[in-house]
């Protein structure tokens, strides 16, 4: 979808939200739901971080760290892929007091996300490290360059731009997964909407509101992340020389 | 004692019985997943205006958490009257959740046929029905079969959200031993495992059938 499409419906989406937020029977749930939208994008925020450096740290380790290293970023990756998101939230939060690690649900939230995350991050960006082409690493090595330089001044970068629209893809998943906290007490948006619908039945208003405001969130995301692409990959030729 | 043997054994046919259940659950969320986003794919082929109002949809769909779509299936259909029970609200919003996601799948697998084909098609004057069953689907399908296995294995990691509106699936079940017994280590670890293991499994089964693709289809 283009971006012209996106923007329009970020407009469509906080316009609606606005008009339905001046009803008289969608008003009273605003404050709150405004509430848990907060904590939502700071669990998300922080939990992206987290991912962040995850991916890029499991990554370099599976593709240059020393087998010990290695086998440790395997184990990750496969663990946090191969299980569900809700299963590590909960084994965090739940199975963790019982070896004497209590976090807050807080905690537990941004470290099973931004992990989880992290672990698909890794194969993101091991894949755009691979995917630089062959002659820029030969070139490299025929300049003399050591390895830190190599990546640091000429993969790196290169693969920066091939690594956004799939990060793009991690964070809106990020986002969407910050709902499940609602399910270990934290208050964020998804248990907002809960709570209210328990306390009053109007289902149809509240989810509506909650529905558009994750919606308004998630393409801020994705308008950011082709921006950031768009602006990444200026003054940058893409595909085969001739 | 951090584990205990001999618990983790006496909960295991639990589990196994529950786990049965996330595993129905899950065949039938990908059944509905696969034939509706095939459905939505062609339509937006056959019927070219329906292209932006699919595309909207789709995006609506994936752009908003999976669990409120479970909630606000689950407890919006009573509004209108129709009462479903936990387990068909919530493999519905699975459903139609990976459906969006399916669509995109089909469409990229129909955006690689060539040109010609669709030509040759009209050219020998086909009907559009037996344009796409003859000639379209059996080449577009088989190159995106692991990429829908892909999303098969997603969606199964995501059959834990059932249990948000009380299906007895595996992860309901270990909550359930856990509050009960005050041991949450095992029931959990177990949970765990068994996700692993089945996605471990898939992910091999995928890697192979993608060989075994690529080699039909080399020519």
């Known amino acids: 979808m283009g971006i012209r499409t996106l923007v329009a419906m970020l407009v469509v989406a906080l316009v609606v939200i606005g008009a339905l937020a001046t009803q008289e029977s969608y008003k009273v749930f605003m404050p709150g739901l405004l509430q848990g939208a907060v904590l939502t994008i700071e669990i998300a925020i922080l939990g992206s971080l987290l991912a962040i450096v995850m991916g890029v740290l499991a990554a370099l380790a599976r593709m240059y760290g020393p087998a010990p290293l290695k086998w440790l970023a395997t184990v990750y990756v496969e663990i946090f892929r191969g299980t569900s998101a809700l299963v590590q939230l909960f084994w965090l939060f739940f199975v963790l007091p019982q070896f004497g690690v209590t976090l807050n649900a807080f905690l537990v939230a941004v470290l ?59 964070f809106i998943e990020l986002l969407k997964s910050t709902a499940l906290v609602s399910l270990i007490t934290l208050s964020d948006l998804a248990f907002k909407a809960q709570q209210m619908n328990q306390n009053t039945f109007k289902t149809i208003p509240i989810f509506t509101l909650v529905l558009l405001m994750y919606l308004a969130m998630s393409l801020v995301v994705t308008i950011g992340m082709r921006l950031l692409e768009r602006r990444a990959s200026l003054g940058l030729a893409r595909g085969k020389a001739a | 004692m951090i584990w205990d043997w001999a618990f983790a ?59 409120i779509q479970i909630f606000f299936l689950y407890f919006v259909f009573p509004k209108f009257g129709v009462v479903l029970d936990a387990f068909t609200a919530g493999v519905l919003a699975i459903g139609i959740h990976y459906a969006a996601y399916c669509s995109e799948v089909y ?6 046929i060539h040109r010609g084909q669709w030509e040759a098609s009209v050219a020998l004057n086909l009907s559009a029905w037996t344009t796409f069953r003859d000639i379209i689907i059996p080449q577009a399908i088989p190159p995106i079969v692991p990429a829908l296995g892909n999303y098969l294995v997603a969606l199964f990691k995501e059959t834990p959200l059932l249990s948000a509106i009380a299906v007895l699936e595996l992860m309901q079940t270990a909550k359930i031993i856990g509050s009960e017994t005050f041991r949450y280590t095992e029931p959990m670890t177990l949970v765990g495992l068994f996700f692993l293991a089945m996605s471990l499994v898939s992910a091999a089964l995928i890697r192979s059938l993608e060989g075994l693709l690529n080699r039909r289809t080399m020519r």
């Not at chain 1, 820029?136 to 190599?150: G, V």
């Not at chain 2, 509706?36 to 958490?65: D, N, Q």
């Not at chain 2, 469409?107 to 690689?112: L, P, S």
């Open chain 1, 112 to 170: 099973a996300l931004g992990l989880n995350v992290g672990a698909y991050g890794s194969e993101v960006v091991r894949g755009a490290i691979q995917s630089v082409a062959r002659g820029q690493w030969e070139a490299s090595t025929a300049l003399n360059m050591s390895r830190p330089q190599m990546l640091r001044r000429i993969i790196l970068p290169q693969a920066f731009v091939a690594m956004i629209p799939p990060w793009g893809n991690l």
């Open chain 2, 107 to 112: 469409r990229a697998g129909f955006d690689n």
């Open chain 2, 9 to 67: 054994f006496e909960i295991l046919p639990v589990l196994a019985s529950a786990a049965i259940v996330s595993i129905e659950a899950t065949l039938i969320g990908f059944a509905l997943a696969a034939s509706l986003g095939l459905v939505l794919a062609v339509v937006r082929i056959a019927v070219p205006w329906t292209g932006w109002t699919i595309s909207v949809l789709v995006e609506l769909i994936r752009s908003t958490p999976l669990l």
